[in-house]
């Protein structure tokens, strides 16, 4: 048993003993379901990228399985979701995906151009500044830039509507506690907010499988008693990132629409022109701009005054890209991203049999969306071979 375990979840044995690992009042049967795997009912936990690559392999792989997502937000999305505030869109997480060849990412995108939830980003107008100098800009050569239409949000309704579409998504619903039960089963306790009302509602499951970023995930193992698994999810760092989002009245007339910035850049690492992405162009010549403090910015700033933030980054966004403070804004905001990229990822995400219970998102892969959707697709083909 221990040497399987240690080939399939490498780092488990580092962090846990096998005893450790063993669910307290489960049987010691770590195979597949005794029962009817028709009825099997999986839950997983989030709605981000990594969820979208587990509900897309569970559907290719156990198509009998019942699959319920469920997402604390108000839509799916996460890190790859977008704000709407009034008629304005902004990309505040991910700015695009790097199509790229043999990326399962990028493959099963490919699918959503074509049916209109996402397109291209004209790459010669994204790339870096290397100087102050606005003139200094180079444009990335030669890379597909992926991104949602109408909004990055797209992508993964895009994934889940193509790819996995008879799973069932809930929004609004924040995962509060999971109980492993005696016959095997979980209860799974859900707070659903909607239209100003809370209420707890109790779930039934046979496996649960985690796609939260990995302090989400700490306290929800803790309490499950899966101490193993908190550990590993506890051991995990993340950079945190401060955005400004910010509607100018008029277009700002860079030679740009998205550009990574040199380090003299008052602590912004990037600035992109949501407006200059497919189907955004407002009929108004308003632009949505949204920027990016670096790691180190952010850090310092966090957890300040959004409103304070907000104007500290505008003026520095202004200052460096030499906007006039005469070019009035419709809309200006920062927010805060607590958990933005994994510092140490670990190496796979982790599925125990013996707990039907298991673990992806960015912070078991890597901090790029390909990372966050190759680790669902990899938990949830490891789910589905339990469920056979
Ligand atoms: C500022 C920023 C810019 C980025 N730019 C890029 C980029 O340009 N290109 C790129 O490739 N990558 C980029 N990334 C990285 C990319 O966003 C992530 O790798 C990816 O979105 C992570 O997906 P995930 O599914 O692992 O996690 P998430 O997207 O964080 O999804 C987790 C989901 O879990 C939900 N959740 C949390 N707790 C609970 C709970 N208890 N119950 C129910 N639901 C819960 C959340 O609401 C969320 O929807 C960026 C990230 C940030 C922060």
Same mark, same amino acid.
């Given at each position: 048993m221990e040497s399987l375990l240690s080939r399939r979840f490498p780092f488990l044995p580092r962090l846990a003993s096998a005893s450790t690992r063993r669910p307290p009042r489960a049987s010691s049967r770590s195979g597949g379901l005794s029962r009817d795997p028709s009825g099997s009912h999986v839950v997983v936990v989030g709605g981000g990228l990594a969820?979208?690559?587990?509900?897309?392999?569970?559907?290719?792989?156990?198509?009998?399985?019942?699959?319920?997502?469920?997402?604390?937000?108000?839509?799916?999305?996460?890190?790859?979701?977008?704000?709407?505030?009034?008629? @304005?869109? @902004?990309?505040?997480?991910?700015?695009y995906i790097s199509a790229k060849p043999n990326c399962p990412l990028t493959n099963d995108i490919a699918p959503l151009v074509d049916a209109n939830f996402a397109d291209y980003w004209d790459d010669t107008r994204v790339g870096a500044l290397s100087t102050l100098d606005l003139d200094s800009f180079t444009p990335l050569q030669n890379k597909q830039l992926l991104v949602g239409v109408p909004s990055n949000t797209a992508i993964v309704h895009g994934l889940l509507a193509t790819h996995a579409p008879h799973a069932t998504v809930e929004n609004s619903s924040t995962v509060v506690e999971l109980v492993r039960r005696d016959d095997e089963t979980w209860r799974v306790l859900v707070r659903v907010r909607e239209g100003g009302h809370v209420w707890y509602r109790p779930m039934n499951a046979d496996v649960v499988l985690l796609a939260v970023p990995a302090g989400r995930a700490v306290k929800l193992l803790r309490d499950a008693g899966a101490e193993h698994l908190a550990d590993v999810a506890a051991n995990v760092k993340y950079t945190k990132s401060l955005a400004l989002v910010v509607a100018?009245?008029?277009?700002?007339?860079?030679?740009?629409?998205?550009?990574?910035?040199?380090?003299?850049?008052?602590?912004?690492?990037?600035v992109g022109n949501d407006s200059s992405k497919p189907g955004r162009t407002r009929a108004d010549g308003a632009e949505c701009w949204v920027a990016h403090a670096t790691p180190e910015w952010s850090d310092v700033h966090s957890g300040a005054d959004p409103s304070e933030v907000g104007a500290e980054m505008l003026d520095a966004f202004r200052a460096v890209l030499r906007i006039h403070s005469e070019m009035s804004t419709a809309h200006c905001r920062a927010f805060e991203w607590g958990a933005a990229f994994p510092i140490n990822a670990v190496d796979s995400p982790t599925f125990d049999a013996a707990w039907a219970l298991g673990v992806a998102g960015d912070w078991t892969a890597g901090p790029r969306a390909a990372d966050a959707y190759r680790s669902g697709l990899q938990l949830g083909s490891l789910a589905a071979e339990h469920l056979e």
């Open positions: 969820a979208a690559g587990i509900a897309s392999s569970l559907s290719r792989l156990a198509p009998n399985a019942t699959v319920t997502i469920l997402d604390a937000g108000r839509t799916v999305g996460g890190r790859t979701a977008s704000l709407t505030p009034r008629e @304005f869109t @902004f990309d505040h997480g991910t700015q100018f009245d008029q277009t700002l007339g860079l030679n740009f629409n998205g550009a990574t910035l040199p380090p003299e850049a008052r602590g912004l690492a990037w």
